[in-house]
């Protein structure tokens, strides 16, 4: 019986050091699992706070496109107006020219009459 008995301890003890075993796998799982919840915190808040900086600088470059647009529709309008300009001076000289080739043509006309 004495073999029986041992065997009944050897028993126990296989089964404290396999409590014992899982007891410490517990403990650091529940420690991994508060360093990786810790982790994931401190990343949130990374990802937050750049968020935050993002939408601070969208903000900004609304405005600035908001301004720049303005910006843009004077300009057109200038070079409209230069345009026109430009063409007006055109017109002008393309008269005067016109006025000089009539007044030669007047001049011709009236030697023949």
């Known amino acids: 019986m004495k073999s029986s008995s041992s065997d009944d301890e050897e028993h126990v003890v296989s089964i404290c050091f396999m ?8 403990l650091s799982s529940d420690d991994e699992s508060d360093l990786f919840y810790d982790e994931l915190y401190a ?3 990374s990802f937050y706070d750049e968020f935050k900086k993002l939408g601070h600088k969208y903000n900004s470059l609304k405005k600035s496109h908001a ?9 057109e309008n200038k070079a409209c107006i230069v345009i026109d ?4 001076n055109q017109l002008e000289k393309e ?7 009539m007044d030669k043509l ?3 006309l009236a030697k023949f009459t």
């Open 19 to 26: 409590e014992i075993a899982s007891g410490n796998e517990v």
């Open 43 to 45: 990343s949130f808040e």
């Open 67 to 75: 301004c720049l647009l303005v910006e843009k529709d004077a300009l």
């Open 85 to 88: 300009s430009d063409k007006v």
């Open 95 to 101: 008269n005067k020219d016109l006025r000089e080739k």
């Open 106 to 108: 007047n001049t011709t």
